[in-house]
């Protein structure tokens, strides 16, 4: 099972690195490996909070997240999102922004580092509010029940999410925004505007994914209850279709959460190579492990065997959320943001391990199956 998941991850790795050994030498080579371990260590809770996700849809749209997702991943945000980056903020044609991005990669880098408060603002933003809602919501399971308990009952509070976000926004553009590192200047205007648009996104994409989801649910009861009187119509009818929207609509917002996770990706990589292609190599050979790690557990059922799994992915969103907001001021070291994931995720996972013992399960699959089936 592991190579079956993996093998596209390994094929891709081998012809990836030894493009760049052709094309650039060994000092290529060890540029584009140095991404890909990048990228895989700043996404890793990007893979569970995938996974949760990717779970609830069938093995056609797994295929579909692993092809197109990839290419939309790799070639969209790895390659022409920087390019239409520069082309928006230095109000230049995308061709142009191509040829200075091949031609006069220094000034290319420059102006990519000047967008960045609109990054981390729009990115900060779409984050914080999955980190809110996943915080917000009742849960059988409580990992740091002590914070969880009481947010959870705040959360009865349909907008509070929205409100502190917004509350973080406005502080952000009054304070962190001003006499920011990233190009100078007063960006409050743009850190506004770029965090509302992340909000928006966020809430569009999530609540369309959300609405066909509950419909899903709804027909699949409906669905259920006219089989047990009349089989033959088992299997058939609107489930089948709405499945289709739901699946599709939940696709579309896997793909905006891993643009939101590959900002600080985009932007820590020019801190190895302001080459574009080096670039988008790198990040893409870590795109392509993060993406067969999501359908990895997806298929172990690894989320309903260790189940504070997810917890430990949302606080690491969190995290993320809030430094890169603050990164629109201040420098954070790349090696800060991809170890807090690790750390919190790590302790999840203890966490979990812990909790099995203590109820006699030995994390097995078959109690996976069994947790799976039981709807826990």
Do not use: C
């Amino acid at each position: 099972m592991l190579l079956k998941t993996f093998g596209w991850s390994f094929a891709v790795t081998v012809l990836g690195l030894a493009l760049a050994g052709v094309l650039w030498g060994w000092q290529g080579l060890a540029i584009v490996g140095i991404l890909s371990i990048l990228e895989i260590s700043l996404s890793f809770d990007n893979a569970v909070i995938n996974a949760g996700i990717l779970r609830k849809m069938n093995a056609f749209w797994q295929k579909i997240f692993l092809t197109v997702g990839i290419i939309v991943a790799v070639f969209g945000m790895r390659l022409v999102f920087p390019v239409v980056i520069v082309a928006i903020t230095a109000k230049i044609g995308p061709i142009e922004a191509v040829d200075l991005a091949i031609n006069n990669k220094a000034h290319y880098e420059e102006l990519v580092t000047s967008a960045h408060p609109a990054i981390a603002a729009f990115g900060g933003m779409f984050l914080l509010m999955i980190f809110l809602d996943f915080i917000f919501e009742e849960r059988d399971y409580k990992w740091l029940a002590w914070i969880e308990r009481p947010m959870a009952k705040l959360g009865k509070l349909d907008t509070l999410s929205i409100i502190i976000s917004l509350v973080v926004l406005l502080v952000s553009a009054m304070t962190v925004a001003t006499d920011v590192a990233h190009g100078g200047g007063d960006k409050s205007a743009t850190v506004l505007l770029s965090g509302v648009a992340g909000l928006i996104t966020y809430l569009v994409v999530a609540g369309i994914s959300g609405y066909f989801e509950d419909k899903l649910e709804d027909a699949e009861e409906e669905e259920g209850e006219e089989g047990a009187a009349a089989p033959a119509k088992k299997g058939t009818g609107a489930a089948v279709g709405l499945a289709g929207k739901a699946a599709f609509f939940m696709f579309l917002y896997l793909e905006v959460i891993d643009a939101s996770f590959s900002f600080d990706g985009v932007i820590s990589a020019f801190a190895i190579t302001n080459d574009i292609f080096e670039m988008a190599l790198g990040l893409g050979i870590g795109a392509m492990y993060i993406r067969s790690l999501t359908v990895f557990l997806v298929r172990k059922g690894t989320l309903d065997e260790y189940v504070y799994l997810e917890h430990g992915a949302h606080y690491a969103i969190g995290a993320l959320a809030v430094i890169l907001l603050i990164t629109i001021k201040y420098e954070i070291p790349e090696v800060v943001t991809g170890l807090i994931g690790v750390v919190l995720i790590a302790l999840s996972y203890w966490s979990s391990v812990v909790k099995n013992k203590r109820e006699g399960k030995p994390g097995a699959e078959g109690g996976a199956r069994s947790e799976v089936a039981s709807g826990v």
